[in-house]
């Protein structure tokens, strides 16, 4: 089934700490599909407590209709280690993934929007896509699946212009911020008819 071509809107959450379970709860009360990035291997990040610890809580992003992609495994910058390192960073991250969520089709986030050509090319290896952050394609005018582009709230406000110029898919990032802050923009974006949709989902928004 392919989507029509409309506004799409991808909520995502970057890191899994597993504070975000309750924006998770919250979105399936208010029929939202979200896309979680989780970092799979390690304990903490940033001194909290990351969900992958808890694969129930995994499953359970997924019984919601959210989708769970990939962080990496340890959260480095990937355009400062070998092409090894790289690899093996998404290899065990996405393996991790695939066997809590039994899916195979994973997304990655790339840790801090670091990217370049040895990540893309590996990226393309291991995943259906990938997602960065920064100034760089924020509003996907560049069909690149591997190169996405994720944006902060603030970005938003231009959002009416965009429309204009005819964008397809917007990827809004969010870490911690509060709950009423996500209900906003939820209601916010309402205004604009969009559909809100999985990054997974957006690429068909993309004809990707």
């Known amino acids: 089934m392919t989507l029509q071509i409309m506004l799409c809107i991808a909520l995502t959450f970057d890191d899994g700490f597993m504070e975000q379970v ?33 694969p129930q809580v995994i499953r359970q992003l997924v019984d919601m209709g959210h989708e769970v992609g990939s962080h990496t495994h340890t959260h480095r910058d990937l355009t400062k280690i070998g092409i090894e390192e790289i690899d093996w960073e998404f290899r065990a991250s996405k393996g991790i993934i695939e066997n809590l969520t039994g899916n195979g089709d994973v997304g990655v986030a790339y840790p801090y929007g670091s990217f370049n050509d040895a990540v893309i090319k590996t990226a393309s290896r291991y995943f259906i896509y990938g997602r960065v952050m920064g100034s760089f394609n924020r ?45 906003t923009v939820i209601n916010y974006l309402r205004l604009f008819d969009v559909r809100f949709v999985t990054v997974k989902e957006g690429l068909k928004c993309l004809g990707l």
């Open 22 to 54: 309750r924006y998770a709860e919250l979105l399936y009360r208010l029929d939202v599909p979200a896309t979680f990035f989780v970092i799979t291997g390690l304990r903490e990040y940033m001194g909290r407590r990351l969900m992958i610890n808890e």
């Open 139 to 183: 509003w996907n005018e560049t069909t690149n699946k591997y190169v996405l582009g994720g944006m902060g709230v603030r970005h938003l406000l231009k959002l009416p212009v965009k429309i204009i110029g005819g964008v397809r898919l917007v990827n809004v990032v969010f870490h911690d911020e509060p709950a009423w802050i996500l209900k």
